[in-house]
């Protein structure tokens, strides 16, 4: 917007931004579980942040990191009925039987029944063949799998996500 000062506009401090850049500036903080940041720069944050599952130590006292968002995981709205700030999901899930619709599967086995005579003149010494019948029974598979997982990740869209922490005091 043409002409329209932005620069004293206030934001809420930890509105969540996703971006295309690795960087937002000094008051939109990384969440990938690495970058360490001043306690002291952020007083605002610190107090609103600290003791939540998403609020990392640093490497000294003085600093903290946030948690890491791993690659796939979605911003969910919660309602209100979910802590902020938790990991929920997977990317994968192991399919169990007790997770199948009840089931079988059948099938028949055909095979022949073939009958032997007992008449004529070597019929005491060798077996004649006087008829077949073909029979056919029905039977059921095994159980079959190997507990695999499945993957369940759908396609989808990279973006760097950052938390507004407020502007840095120096």
Excluded at 58 to 76: E, N, Q, W
Excluded at 99 to 124: I, N, Q, R, S
């Amino acid at each position: 917007m043409a002409g329209v000062d932005l620069r004293d506009v206030t934001l809420p401090i930890g509105l969540l931004r996703h971006a295309l850049f690795d960087d937002l500036g000094p008051a939109w903080l990384r969440l990938d579980g690495k970058t360490e940041y001043q306690r002291a720069s952020y007083p605002e944050f610190v107090a609103k942040a600290s003791g939540m599952g998403w609020f990392l130590a640093g490497s000294t006292a003085s600093t903290f990191k946030l948690v890491k968002v791993p690659v796939g995981t979605a911003t969910v709205a919660s309602g209100f009925d979910g802590v902020a700030g938790s990991l929920i999901g997977s990317d994968s899930v192991t399919l169990t039987l007790a997770m199948l619709p009840e089931h079988d599967h059948g099938y028949v086995d055909d095979t022949v029944e073939m009958k032997a005579g007992t008449a004529g003149l070597l019929g005491g010494i060798l077996p004649l063949l006087t008829g077949s019948t073909a029979k056919a029974q029905s039977k059921t598979t095994a159980k079959a799998g190997g507990g695999k997982p499945v993957p369940i990740k759908p396609p989808g869209f990279v973006a760097h996500l950052f938390v507004f922490a407020g502007r840095p005091r120096v």
